[in-house]
């Protein structure tokens, strides 16, 4: 284990992408189990075996979810059912979790599923929260998501960046999709993070990695390629929809895939703002052949598949 992360007394538990990364923290007799974020619903059997299997015969009692995207608490109404474990969501997020507003928290959005679950805390930025054995600053990192918090611990300068920065980026940009203009605040917080000093870096996806300048350096070439080319970033975020999609379905038959493609509102939306010269039909065929001819999915016989 990396001794920093076992002073910290955490796991990190890297999933594959349909799934957000898991970090728990064990905590002793003073200090309860902390989870942060869940992965999807798809993959809650496993999360919960996951940490089961880490915490032997002690319970979860506690659940903290940097944003509330459904690769990232997914699993939160199978590990409340299962330990029956506190649920603490970003402050922005508590109302619309309490009315379970599914247009506001984006699943119809993004033709997601997520299980109701019950929020029993908030967790505002600027606020000290316990992971563990130590206590964690959380830090406003909006801009993948408006109400997005990452962790920060300043002794052991270890940082949970969730999708705020990962290795090779970022998260893509949601609300650009609705026409709310976020790109200033995907650089306001790629620049917060780079006055902290860090040692390592656990993101919401993708390996641990030491070297956050670097990475910085790649998110901002990255995000300056979208504020050039807005277009480049809907084009990313559709295809990234799509290839959620079928890492959850595994293989659909092209006819239901143009059927969830139309339906998904944010398909419609970056294809509204962005592409209505050509008719939705066309630039969905387009995606297709180019994740298709880039080997991020398979066609054949009318079913198209995750590779």
């Excluded at 090779?168 to 709310?180: R, W």
């Excluded at 902290?196 to 670097?214: K, T």
């Excluded at 970056?270 to 001819?293: G, M, N, P, V, Y």
Aim: charged share 20%.
């Amino acid at each position: 284990m990396n001794s920093l992360f076992d002073a910290a007394g955490l796991t990190v538990f890297e999933r594959g992408w349909l799934s957000s990364n898991n970090v728990l923290f064990a905590g002793d007799d003073a200090h309860g189990s902390t989870l942060v974020d869940s992965g999807y619903c798809t993959h809650a059997d496993q999360t919960v075996a996951l940490v089961r299997q880490a915490l032997g015969s002690r319970p979860l009692e506690r659940l903290i979810n940097t944003h509330l995207h459904s690769d990232h608490c997914g699993g939160n109404r199978a590990l409340q059912e299962t330990f029956d474990c506190s649920i603490a969501v970003p402050a922005g997020e508590a109302s619309k979790v309490d009315d379970w507003d599914e247009r506001a928290l984006t699943y119809r959005a993004t033709g997601q599923q997520c299980p109701r679950f019950i929020r029993t805390e908030s967790i505002r930025a600027g606020d000290e929260v316990w992971c563990g054995r130590r206590q964690w600053q959380a830090i406003a990192a909006p801009g993948h998501d408006p109400e997005s918090l990452v962790l920060y611990e300043p002794e052991l300068q270890l940082l949970i960046s969730a999708d705020a920065l990962w290795g090779n980026g970022f998260g893509v940009v949601f609300p650009e999709l609705e026409g709310v203009s976020a790109f200033d605040d995907v650089r306001a917080t790629l620049d917060r993070l780079s006055t902290l000093p860090v040692r390592w870096v656990i993101p919401g996806h993708g390996s641990p990695f030491e070297d956050i300048v670097e990475a910085i350096d790649r998110a901002h070439r990255r995000l300056d390629a979208f504020v050039a080319d807005p277009m480049r970033h809907a084009q990313h975020a559709a295809k990234v929809l799509i290839k959620f999609h079928l890492l959850e379905v595994k293989q659909v038959a092209l006819a239901e895939l143009m059927e969830w493609l139309s339906s998904t509102p944010y398909m419609r939306l970056a294809h509204q703002r962005h592409f209505d010269a050509i008719a939705f039909e066309a630039w969905c065929t387009d995606l297709l052949t180019s994740l298709i001819k880039s080997k991020a999915i398979y066609a054949a016989n009318g079913v198209v598949s995750n590779t």
